[in-house]
């Protein structure tokens, strides 16, 4: 029973997570095209601020913290005999992680008025959670299918 409400923790991490994830870079564009509009973006600065420090660090911690919990339940010490859908999913959990820190990097930018990205950049940048999620959620609901 333990581990299902681990799991079920996990899957609201994670959804609270990507919920920061989608909306942040949306947050930049707003950002960037109205950059000469300083009253709105006084405004967007202090929701990229708590976005970032309310939400989407505490559900990154979360999400992390209780899937290393499951992997550590489930698998022990012998997570190479998981099967090959976890390295490939950890693998890509890894490089959403890198991504979801270069995003707090990039509104750092912004905050400091030192990012020149245009919203048209931060609109394809909006889409890389997406590209990271699809082939997360098929290897977990299809590993055994998979490998």
Known sequence: MEILALKALHIMAVISWFAAMFYMPRLFVYHAENIEN????????IQELKLWKYIA?????????????IIFTEYGFSLFKSGGWMHVKLTLVALLIAWFFHMGYTRKQLEADKCQKSGKFFRFYNEIPTLFMIPIVILVIFKNALF
């Open 38 to 45: 300083k009253d709105f973006v006084r405004v967007v600065k």
């Open 57 to 69: 660090l505490p559900a990154f911690w979360a999400a992390l913290a209780s899937g290393l919990m």
